[in-house]
């Protein structure tokens, strides 16, 4: 019976080590990412105009807009957030600026737009994420966007595309160690 018992008893260590082990043992990262469908509403709150003199019809003009997106698919990514955008358009041809996605838990999206299509009342282009806050740090992705003006200060925009955010250690509600991640602690 001793050596029956020392074998169950260098067993129930042995599990009870694995177990410790696979419960201290750093969590696997991961990341979202999906294909996004945003539909927004957006009104200029201010438009600038300033004439340039190095020819007879050069002019740059600034316009804010302001509204509100939510995700056409009713996921949680960018819905029911804050809309905003500074656009820039130059008659000698750069049209494009920055959009700003913000959530209620002050999470924010940014990204850089190009128009690639402008036929009154509707413009066409293209947009890139360049970053973001909170939960969204670290994004990437791109897509497209169709706006549609609904009057001289509101229009209906159209966007869609692909998202990746890399996630916090899953299973952790603080930041890795840097370095963690090739195993070496600072």
């Known amino acids: 019976m001793g050596q029956r ?12 080590a694995a177990t410790m082990a696979a419960c201290l043992a750093p969590p696997a990262a991961a ?14 709150t201010s438009t600038n105009r300033v004439k340039v003199d190095d020819s007879a019809n050069h002019t740059i003009a600034t ?30 041809g750069a049209r494009g600026g920055y959009k700003t996605f913000s959530e209620g838990d002050g999470s924010k999206v940014f990204a850089k737009f190009t128009n690639t299509e402008a036929k009154p009342p509707e413009f066409r282009g293209t947009f890139v994420f ?23 200060k509101a229009g209906w925009d159209e966007l869609a595309g692909e998202y990746k955010i890399p996630t916090q250690l899953m299973g952790s509600s603080t930041p890795p160690a840097v370095g963690a991640a090739d195993g070496k602690s600072k």
Not at 5 to 16: D, E, G, Q, V
Request: proline share 0%.
């Open 5 to 16: 018992h020392h074998l169950a008893s260098a067993l129930c260590s042995a599990i009870l």
């Open 130 to 152: 360049t970053g973001g806050t909170g939960k969204y740090e670290g994004i990437t992705g791109n897509g497209t966007f169709h706006l549609m003006m609904v009057s001289d």
């Open 63 to 92: 316009t804010e807009w302001d509204g509100a997106i939510f995700n056409g698919e009713g996921k949680a990514f960018l819905d029911k957030a804050h809309y905003q955008v500074a656009g820039q358009v130059d008659s000698a």
């Open 31 to 44: 990341e979202e990412s999906g294909q996004w469908h945003g539909k927004g509403v957006i009104v200029i």
